[in-house]
């Protein structure tokens, strides 16, 4: 039903001036910590904190927007809350909820879950 809908602002965001904007590097790691494993391998496991994760995530959510897009297809239009993006974890399982918004539901929370390797099953 969202297949092909565009993400359109609806106010002009407030970025800051040219003098203040910092560049964005990129940066590779150090030399000999890249290791390529092959398909259907796992690596070492990288613990990350259930906060740090949703910090990362709405982070992503937010980036080039000040927490809420517009999504426009045709005439209709849902309005996504950017900024409330959550993250519920569990072993082998990343749900992630996306609150929407529209004339037909005021208040919604769309819900995707991602499988994942887990500690029963490291690698599929």
Same mark, same amino acid.
């Given at each position: 039903? $969202? &297949? !092909?809908?565009?993400? *359109?602002?609806?106010?002009p965001s407030s970025k800051k001036p040219a003098s203040k904007r910092v560049?964005? *590097?990129t940066v590779a790691p150090p030399v000999g910590i890249v290791k390529l494993?092959?398909? %259907?391998?796992? !690596? =070492? &496991?990288?613990?990350?904190?259930?906060?740090?994760?949703?910090?990362? $995530?709405?982070?992503?959510? /937010? *980036?080039? =927007?000040?927490?809420?897009?517009?999504? +426009?297809? !045709?005439?209709? &239009?849902?309005?996504? /809350?950017? %900024? *409330? +993006?959550?993250?519920?974890?569990?072993?082998? $399982?990343v749900v992630i909820g996306i609150p929407v918004s529209c004339d037909q539901?005021?208040?919604?929370?769309?819900? +995707?879950?991602?499988?994942?390797? %887990?500690?029963?099953?490291?690698?599929?």
């Open positions: 039903m $969202l &297949e !092909g809908m565009v993400a *359109k602002k609806r106010a560049a964005a *590097k494993f092959p398909p %259907g391998t796992a !690596g =070492n &496991e990288v613990p990350i904190p259930a906060a740090s994760f949703q910090k990362m $995530l709405s982070a992503a959510a /937010m *980036k080039d =927007n000040s927490g809420t897009q517009v999504w +426009v297809e !045709g005439g209709s &239009e849902l309005l996504v /809350m950017t %900024g *409330k +993006v959550q993250a519920a974890l569990d072993d082998g $399982l539901v005021p208040s919604a929370t769309i819900q +995707v879950a991602f499988a994942m390797a %887990g500690r029963p099953r490291p690698r599929a």
